[in-house]
């Protein structure tokens, strides 16, 4: 009998059902959703104009390849670069995060001729061959994963950076804010140090929006931050809501041609129907600044109970490292309090809940956190 390959470490709870920030499982227990599947759920589960939005799809056509004309992917082009601020960049769309990286170093490539790749510690940016090389994680880089053309710098070190980058780097690789590697937020100087080497040397730069992209911060993309412009973001997780999509915007300096990027799914009917909904849903219910506002009040509430190490992040995007493991903290906030929440690392509770959570759902996790933070400090 055959048997899933068994790569996940999972817990022993089945979600059935979901809406908005909560979650059932197969027993009726509810959960308040503070982690998102992976910060992919953006909106809401279940949001009712989602929902309809892909009901209605499917019931129409829910695919073609790219070879016929696809109305939809034009909606989701303009309305993102209208919400993101870069009504200018082109969409190329494709089905997850590590595809979207693939994309972006391969058109880095393509344009200036060059091998050479510049990642940073504690970099997350996909499994893919590509991605995978620029990962700072031995342990998930197979043989077979060519990555001699990688240099990793330290995360946030402008002189080295300053350095490192060089007449012979194709491309400049970073996540504006660390997810998988512990929610560390690059610098105003260091993301000015790079747009300014990549304009010196040729090479381009990349911000990997994937986790910390699609209003999670309180910006659309968390580099807006630092007023710099990158010539390539690459995007997914929040972009569908659950919803296989990915997909990165270029700037007006690269020249399309047929055949230079494909995908045989990206871009599909269903797909862009689910980025379409995710777009008009912040719009309309604000939920980027949402994002800020009760990213500000989780961050005081946290900072008030304290007995933390360190407090890191942006918006809805937060790392909580602790002077101890955090798996019994996590495991009493799941299995006693009823809240999922993830972690970055041994020590760091990982906080990506919906865009639209509300102070009510702030205060219960507050709550549970103060609880469990007193019993841990005894």
Not at 42 to 53: A, E, L, R, W
Not at 88 to 97: A, E, P, Q
Not at 334 to 347: D, I, P, Q, Y
């Amino acid at each position: 009998m055959s048997h899933l390959f068994d790569v996940y470490p999972i817990y022993d709870i089945e979600p059935v059902k979901a809406e908005g920030s909560y979650l059932w499982d197969q027993h009726g227990t509810k959960y308040l959703d503070l982690y998102g599947g992976h910060a992919v759920i953006s909106v809401g589960h279940c949001h009712p104009y989602y929902v309809d939005k892909l009901t209605k799809q499917l019931n129409a056509i829910s695919f073609y390849s790219n070879s016929v004309k696809i109305s939809i992917q034009e909606e989701l082009a303009v309305k993102l670069g209208e919400l993101s601020g870069y009504p200018d960049y082109k969409l190329f769309l494709c089905n997850s995060g590590a595809e979207a990286n693939e994309n972006a170093l391969k058109l880095a490539s393509f344009h200036n001729g060059r091998t050479k790749v510049i990642s940073f510690t504690k970099s997350f940016h996909g499994r893919t061959a590509g991605a995978v090389a620029a990962t700072d994680n031995p342990s998930i880089v197979a043989p077979v994963n060519y990555k001699e053309h990688v240099t990793f710098l330290p995360f946030n070190d402008a002189v080295a950076a300053e350095e490192g980058i060089t007449d012979e780097v194709c491309a400049v690789i970073v996540e504006g804010i660390q997810g998988v590697g512990g929610i560390n937020v690059c610098t105003d100087e260091f993301l000015q140090t790079l747009r300014r080497k990549c304009d010196e040397t040729g090479a381009i730069l990349i911000l990997d929006s994937v986790q910390c992209g699609y209003g999670r911060t309180g910006k659309f993309f968390s580099h807006q931050f630092s007023g710099i412009t990158p010539d390539i973001m690459s995007m997914a997780k929040g972009m569908g809501n659950g919803f296989p999509i990915g997909g990165i915007l270029i700037s007006p300096k690269f020249k399309a041609s047929y055949g230079l990027l494909g995908t045989t799914f990206g871009g599909n009917h269903l797909a862009c129907a689910a980025g379409v909904a995710v777009l008009d849903i912040m719009k309309e219910e604000n939920l980027i600044a949402n994002a800020a506002e009760i990213g500000d009040y989780l961050f005081e509430g946290i900072k008030a109970i304290g007995g933390y190490k360190e407090l890191r992040g942006r918006g809805l995007m937060i790392g909580i490292e602790y002077d101890f493991p955090v798996k019994d903290l996590r495991n009493k906030l799941l299995f006693e309090h009823k809240m999922f929440t993830g972690v970055a690392g041994a020590n760091t509770i990982r906080l990506l809940p919906s865009l639209a959570l509300g102070k009510t759902e702030a205060d219960l996790f507050l709550e549970a956190l103060k609880k469990e933070v007193s019993v841990a400090a005894v």
